[in-house]
């Protein structure tokens, strides 16, 4: 099970890198332009895990979007992106924000680090702030994986992952009041062993 302390302190601490070893991949440009195509005009858009603010934050106008993540170094690196907008330090598993608040919520290479236990309850807690109707579209891992990484990005760094696989998310998805739209597999040049370095975006919308 993932520790949160060591996946915060590891994200303050190597936010820079991160940042660098990143960049900036085509597919997420992609899918957030078919997200939009399905959102009303002006949306609200929830970026939980933000990270530097990218892709989500920086994708979107970004006084509409709320940015969320609980490192502090990584939403000072989203406020140096962002022009206006509201971050906020705070954990997916207990989102700060009152029901039905977002047309979308997106979670990119966050979720797969909160405990694989904590998963179904994530999801409810995405479920609560979307309004009717709306969407999510959020990293899982392609099988069911657990691992650590002492020395993420060659940093010396301790990063953690806690994934239950595509089949299960998307039976817990159907659990928690979505329907699965569509999921895409992409390589991730980031991955940290789990199935030949593939993590699938999922597309769920409130059922």
């Not at 979007?65 to 939403?75: H, I, N, P, Y």
């Not at 290479?109 to 694989?116: E, V």
Request: charged share 30%; net charge negative; glycine share 8%.
């Amino acid at each position: 099970m993932t520790d949160r302390s060591v996946i915060r302190a590891g994200y303050d601490e190597l936010a820079e890198d991160y940042q660098r070893a990143r960049g900036d991949r085509d597919h997420d440009e992609e899918r957030l332009a078919d997200l939009a195509g399905r959102l009303p005009s002006s949306p609200h858009v929830l970026d939980a895990g933000c990270g530097d603010g990218r892709p989500v934050s920086t994708w979107f106008d970004d006084s509409e979007v709320a940015s969320l993540d609980f490192s502090r170094t990584q939403l000072e690196l989203a406020r140096e992106q962002l022009s206006s907008g509201w971050l906020t330090q705070g954990d997916m598993t207990a989102l700060p924000f009152e029901t039905d608040s977002f047309d979308a919520v997106c979670a990119f290479n966050s979720f797969i680090h909160i405990p694989d236990s904590e998963h179904g309850a994530t999801l409810r807690e995405f479920r609560r702030v979307l309004r009717p109707g709306g969407w999510l579209l959020f990293t899982t891992g392609c099988s069911e994986w657990e691992g650590r990484n002492p020395d993420w990005l060659e940093t010396g760094v301790a990063m953690e992952w806690s994934i239950l696989g595509v089949e299960q998310t998307h039976e817990l998805l159907e659990e928690r009041g979505f329907e699965v739209e569509e999921t895409w597999v992409y390589p991730d040049k980031l991955d940290d062993g789990n199935d030949d370095s593939k993590f699938p975006l999922v597309l769920a919308q409130v059922a």
